[in-house]
C-alpha cells in the first residue's frame, strides 16, 4: 500500500542529541534536574519513585521448556507522546516541568529507557512521523528494522513495530486505515500496523504482532469499538494459517484508549459484548465486516474450502482488497450475521497484565483525569505462546508518587509495558 512507508532500516541517522549524564539516568532514582522555566531557579524533583516501582515480576507458570527447545523474547508497548501532540494540547502538560517536556530531552531519554527494557519486539504509538529519520532511526543502528504506518488525513504521528533483525525475519506486513468513506463511525484517522515475524532458528512457528492507537474521544467508545472491529477483521485474515487451518500466535499491544471495565475492553477480554446501541447494520454490510468481526468473504472463503489470502475483503484502502471475480458475497445475503446486537471474535486473546492486583487495587499506565489503564498486551491462548514474565505496573495510587508525567525519570506520559515471552513448537515440530 502506498502509504505503508518502506522499512525504515536504510535511513542514516542524522539527528543531534545534548545528552548529558543527567538526561541519560532513568534509573528509578529521580534526580534534580534544572527547570527551563524562565526564572531558570533550580527545581528539585518532586519525583520519588520507590525502588521496586516497576521490577519485573514472574506471570504464572515458568518455562517447562527444556534449554534450547523454546525461543523467549521481549515485546514491549510504548505510547511515546508525539511532541506535536504534546505541543497542540500543552494545557495538559502545566504540572510538569517545562524541561522535561522539550523534545530535546525527552528524545534521548526515550531512546535509554526502551535500550534499558532491551525489547526484541517495539511496539511504539505516537511515533511522530517527521522524527523518524532524526529520532527514530537510532533504533536502526542498534539492530531494529521497524515499519511505521502514520494516521491518515493530517495527522503527524502513527504506530510503528520495530523488530531486532537477528532473531526475526518479517515475511509479510499490514496496515490498517480505520477511515471508512461514508461511514460516520468509522470516520477517524487512526490505524493500526501488523507483522508477520519467523524467528529465525524457528521458522516453522511464525508469530504475527500488531499495534494500534484508538481514537482518543473519551465520549466516542462507538468509535473504538468500530475501530477495533476492523482490527480484529484485518487480524483474523492476516493471522490466518491457509497450510494448518488456524491462527498464528498473534500479540497485540497498543494505546486502546479504553479502560478495562470498557465495551472495547470487555470484547477483547470475554470474546463478546453486547453491541445494539452501537451498531448500524447497514454500514457494516457495506464494508462486509461481521458482528463477529470477520470479513464475510473469509467467512464464506473458509467455508468453502479457498485460502482466504485471496478473498474479496471490501474494507476501504486495504492493502488486500482484490476483486476477484465470481468471489463477491453480497451481505444482504447474510443478513444475520450483521443483525445480532452482539460483537463478538473468535481469536482467543488474553491480557499479559491483570489490571488490578491481588489486593484489589488498579493498575495504570497514564493520566486522563486520573490515573488508569489504557495501554494493553493481549496475547493467543494457545499451546505456543506462553508469557514468563512483565514488568510491573503501579497501581493508580503509587503513581501519586509521579507527580505528572513526563518527569525526570519517564519521557513520555504513558508508562511502557513489558513483556517476556516463550515461542514454543507445536507438538507435530518437535
Ligand atoms: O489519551 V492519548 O492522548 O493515548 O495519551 O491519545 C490521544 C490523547 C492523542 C492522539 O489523539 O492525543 C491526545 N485532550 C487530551 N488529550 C488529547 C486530546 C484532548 N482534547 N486530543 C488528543 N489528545
Not at 500500500?1 to 542524522?14: A, D, I, Q, R
Not at 535509554?112 to 511504539?124: Q, R, S
Not at 468471489?327 to 443478513?335: I, K, Q, T
Not at 508508562?415 to 518437535?430: D, I, R, S, V, Y
Amino acid at each position: 500500500m502506498s502509504e505503508f512507508k518502506p522499512s525504515l532500516n536504510h535511513v542514516s541517522y542524522g539527528g543531534q542529541f545534548e545528552v548529558s549524564a543527567n538526561e541519560n539516568n532513568i534509573n528509578n532514582e529521580c534526580q534534580a534536574c534544572e527547570s527551563g522555566s524562565s526564572n531558570s531557579s533550580d527545581v528539585k524533583s518532586t519525583c520519588t519513585v520507590p525502588p521496586d516501582f516497576r521490577i519485573w515480576e514472574e506471570v504464572g507458570c515458568r518455562s517447562d521448556s527444556k534449554p534450547g527447545s523454546s525461543f523467549k523474547f521481549r515485546v514491549v508497548s510504548y505510547n511515546v507522546l508525539a511532541q506535536c501532540l504534546l505541543e497542540y494540547h500543552p494545557y495538559l502538560y502545566t504540572g510538569c516541568s517545562p524541561h522535561n517536556l522539550k523534545w530535546k530531552v525527552r528524545a534521548p531519554r526515550l531512546f535509554d529507557e526502551i535500550v534499558e527494557l532491551a525489547p526484541d519486539i517495539l511496539c511504539l504509538q505516537e511515533v511522530q512521523a517527521s522524527h523518524l529519520e532524526s529520532f527514530y532511526s537510532r533504533f536502526e543502528q542498534i539492530g531494529y528494522i521497524g515499519i511505521f504506518k502514520q494516521k491518515t488525513g493530517q495527522r503527524e504521528d502513527g504506530c510503528a513495530i520495530y523488530y531486532k533483525q537477528d532473531l526475526f525475519e518479517k515475511s509479510d506486513q499490514c496496515s490498517v486505515e480505520y477511515y471508512q468513506p461514508g461511514l460516520p463511525i468509522l470516520n477517524r484517522d487512526n490505524i493500526g500496523v501488523m507483522v508477520k515475524l519467523v524467528p529465525r532458528g524457528m521458522p516453522f512457528l511464525p508469530i504475527v504482532v500488531a499495534t494500534t492507537h484508538l481514537l482518543y474521544n473519551p465520549k466516542r467508545t462507538d468509535v473504538r469499538l468500530a475501530q477495533l472491529q476492523v482490527l480484529l477483521a484485518e487480524l483474523d485474515r492476516f493471522a490466518y494459517n491457509c497450510r494448518e487451518p488456524g491462527h498464528l500466535p498473534i500479540i497485540l499491544t497498543g494505546d486502546l484508549n479504553s479502560t478495562p471495565e470498557s465495551a472495547v475492553i470487555q470484547l477483547l477480554d470475554r470474546g463478546y459484548v453486547s453491541a445494539s446501541t452501537f451498531r448500524d447494520s447497514s454500514d457494516w454490510k457495506r464494508i462486509g465486516v461481521t458482528d463477529n468481526c470477520q470479513h464475510l468473504s473469509v467467512v464464506l472463503d473458509r467455508l468453502e474450502g479457498r485460502p482466504s489470502c485471496f478473498s474479496n475483503v471490501k474494507i476501504y484502502n486495504s492493502e488486500y482488497s482484490k476483486d476477484v471475480p465470481g468471489h463477491s458475497p453480497s451481505p444482504a445475503e447474510y443478513s444475520v450475521m450483521f443483525n445480532s446486537g452482539a460483537i463478538g471474535h473468535s481469536l482467543k486473546l488474553v491480557s499479559a497484565y491483570d489490571r488490578c492486583k491481588p489486593d484489589g487495587h488498579q493498575e495504570a499506565s497514564t493520566f486522563q483525569d486520573r490515573w488508569v489503564t489504557v495501554d494493553y498486551v493481549y496475547y493467543s491462548y494457545c499451546s505456543n505462546l506462553n508469557l514468563l514474565e512483565r514488568l510491573r505496573l503501579p497501581t493508580a495510587q503509587e503513581c501519586q508518587a509521579l507527580g505528572s508525567l513526563p518527569n525526570d525519570v519517564y519521557a513520555s506520559d504513558h508508562l511502557a509495558l513489558a513483556t517476556l515471552f516463550e515461542l514454543k513448537p507445536a507438538l507435530n515440530h518437535l
